[in-house]
């Protein structure tokens, strides 16, 4: 649903605002401010829909942690929330990045 979302609010939704805005100039179509302005509407409240739910997802596939060590040495850290077998089936893999490392204690 999401991708299907955003490909309307990407694509879709642009593409018929502008067809709109040069068939109302080619041709005089009626109401051209008012069709525009709705679809600019709908553009917003769509493009603000898809930020709030990706912003409170949290649906991320593991964390790259960064910390510096007992030696001052900057060390990276990936932590995965996702078993490694299923990161090749999926079309993107999402990490927040940030934190300290996991003990086996946090698990």
Not at 2 to 29: C, E, G, H, R, W
Not at 75 to 90: A, G, Q
């Amino acid at each position: 649903m999401y991708n299907k979302l955003k490909f309307v609010a990407l694509v879709v939704l642009p593409m018929l605002a502008t067809l709109y805005f040069i068939f109302s100039l080619l041709v005089d179509l009626p109401n051209a401010r008012i069709v525009l302005g709705l679809m600019t509407i709908v553009y917003t409240i769509v493009s603000v829909s898809l930020w709030v739910i990706s912003s409170l997802s949290g649906s991320y596939d593991g964390r790259l942690v960064v910390f510096e060590n007992d030696e001052g040495k900057r060390v990276y850290s990936l932590e995965l929330h996702t078993p490694v077998d299923d990161l090749d089936t999926k079309r993107e893999v999402r990490f927040k990045v940030g934190g300290s490392p996991s003990t086996d204690e946090d698990s």
